[in-house]
């Protein structure tokens, strides 16, 4: 009987199934479940950076996916042999004692603090400061070590930390916090018990401060500094973790009916995105993969030996078996990359949605039309005007920081600017600054990481930007001065999910043997241009200038907000 493999990539909008053929890595069908709450923009507020999303968005993009990807292809049920799930993270969720999400309980079903709290959600900036001085001040082990040595608003305790002292009955009623990941594994396992989990080393070591060096999570002394109640939950949480490619159990029987799959298959612990991502393009010693969404991710792998007890500073993480079991995963990445575009799209769009739109001068169907052409054109448009603006014409400085900045140095207070503007700025113009400013931001974290002595050989980019922007593409080129291959896969991370789910059953003895026979393949190779590369240099030196400006006047806010 032919072997296949589920891949399931829960992102920021969606989730995505692939089904793949575990011989060839051929991909039989895909599908994707846009969340209908998060698109009405429930339990979100952006003018606070809180962005909340309910479970019953991703336990109903589960089924729908899943079910459509095994209707689609036609395979028989017993022929499923694995199925591995990455999510976006650090994305935890309040959860009962038997792991149920708290926003599925009577009282709950409304409450954005009782909801998973979404990657991006900055909700948590003080109560990361506030980490972040205790661990460099309590006398014991600094917890961020391998964190990058800065803890982030992003990040599981921080978001713990903020939502219980904002709410007293989620502080109750929440028996223990579970990362995304981590839930839908064990929805899918149906074992009751949460200390039966597999938790995931991928997030624990990225995201909660565990590291092997001092036995696990941090030490309760160091919790209670923060809350008691962090103890309390900590002694519901775990010591051990597992990787990507351990199996967490089998499918349960209520979800293999559900799904319409049999108990046989085998459910692998759970891991993040832009790992799952990095092992689906081919991730190997010295790559740099970027994974180019609504913000990035950047992925390296080291031999142990290479990295030893090396602290890289300033990034998000470095974990034993975070991407490749018996490698030391490296990550980083921009709060912002695509979504500083799509705020751009934004802003050009309010006219049309809030005058053109109510205007009676339109019929309802010329309005649609309009609307779609609009909405379909209005990026190309604006990459093919910005395209033809010579680099020596005035272009203004923009820095990516619109959702903070995620690395190099963790700062989420720190805002985005626009400067160089004239009255022949033209809306071409910003988009051009724009982009370069988040190419900007990417090499700022290619040289960190050569800083701190790590090697990069090769770059890969995948994603949605990598594969639909050849405008980004090569000004990023130009700005790395090093070339760029693109995977080719439309799902890159939910198909190294599906390579962990194939090492998890069985199918391949370790992750690297079975990425070599079912990883991405390459579409596109970008290289620098010459006659470019040091114009670019040179505008980089004034992203530089406006982004030392810009964190200086930052801190002179926060100090005297302190004083």
Known sequence: MKKYVIGLDYGT???RAVLIDAEFGNELASHVHWYKRWKAGKYCNPARNQFRQHPLDHIEGLENTIRTVLEMSGVSPASVKGICVDTTGSSPVPVTEDGTPLALKPGFEENPNAMMVLWKDHTAIAEANEINVLAANWGGVDFTKYEGGIYSSEWFWAKILHVIREDQAVREQASSWVEHCDLMTHLLVGNKDLKQLKRSRCAAGHKAMWHEEWGGLPDPAFLAMLDPDLVYLRERLYEETYTADVPAGNLSQEWADRLGLTTDTIIATGTFDAHAGAVGAGIRENCLVRVMGTSTCDILVAHPDAIGHQAV????GQVDGSVIPGMVGLEAGQSAFGDVLAWFQEILLWPVQHLVFNSDILSADQKDKLARH?????????????ESIPLSESIPNALDWINGRRTPDANQELKSAISNLSLGTKAPHLFKALVHAICFGSKKIVDRFEEEGVVIKDVIGIGGVARKSPF????LANVLNRPIIVAASDYAPALGAAIYAAVA????????TASQKLASVYEAE????????????????????????IETITERKTETASL
């Open 13 to 15: 909008d969606s989730v």
């Open 313 to 316: 500073r300033g990034i998000c």
């Open 374 to 386: 609009v909405e379909e054109n209005l990026i190309s448009t604006l990459t093919r005007q910005a």
């Open 472 to 475: 980004i593409m090569q000004t």
């Open 505 to 512: 059953a069985g199918i391949y003895p370790d992750v690297v």
């Open 526 to 549: 970008y290289y620098p241009q010459v006659d470019k590369v040091e114009d670019m240099a040179m505008l980089m030196a004034k992203y530089n200038e406006l982004s030392a400006f």
